[in-house]
Nanobody
Framework: QVQLVESGGGLVRPGGSLELSCAAS????????MGWYRQTPGKERELVAF???????HYGDSVKGRGTISRDDAKNTVYMRMNSLKAEDTAVYYC?????????WGQGTQVTVSS
């Protein structure tokens, strides 16, 4: 089993920045990628960004140019830094991990962008 623990969400003012982190533990064999998705009520979950086991990154259109995903393999942790935050970035952000056998989701962390 794999456990994902997210942190870093909260209230941020428009134009501000934040960094989300997701620490993975458990049976961490054959990880293909880790990343972040987000969801707002009534909408489908959408990709924020992911990073593969060999370091390739991909960003969703909504955060391109404003976000950076990175990882610390020693800590089995992935980070997502977002800048120039807008009200539209308000959502629950979910950590996601894919192995060759399965996929796992974190419980989600709320990010609210408001003045």
């Amino acid at each position: 089993q794999v456990q994902l623990v997210e942190s870093g969400g909260g209230l941020v003012r428009p134009g501000g920045s934040l960094e989300l982190s997701c620490a993975a533990s458990g049976s961490l064999f054959s990880i293909k990628a880790m990343g972040w998705y987000r969801q707002t009520p009534g909408k489908e979950r959408e990709l924020v960004a992911f990073i593969t086991s060999n370091g390739l990154t991909h960003y969703g259109d909504s955060v391109k140019g404003r976000g950076t995903i990175s990882r610390d393999d020693a800590k089995n942790t992935v980070y997502m830094r977002m800048n120039s935050l807008k009200a539209e970035d308000t959502a629950v952000y979910y950590c996601h991990l894919i192995t060759f056998q399965d996929q796992y989701w974190g419980q989600g962390t709320q990010v609210t962008v408001s003045s």
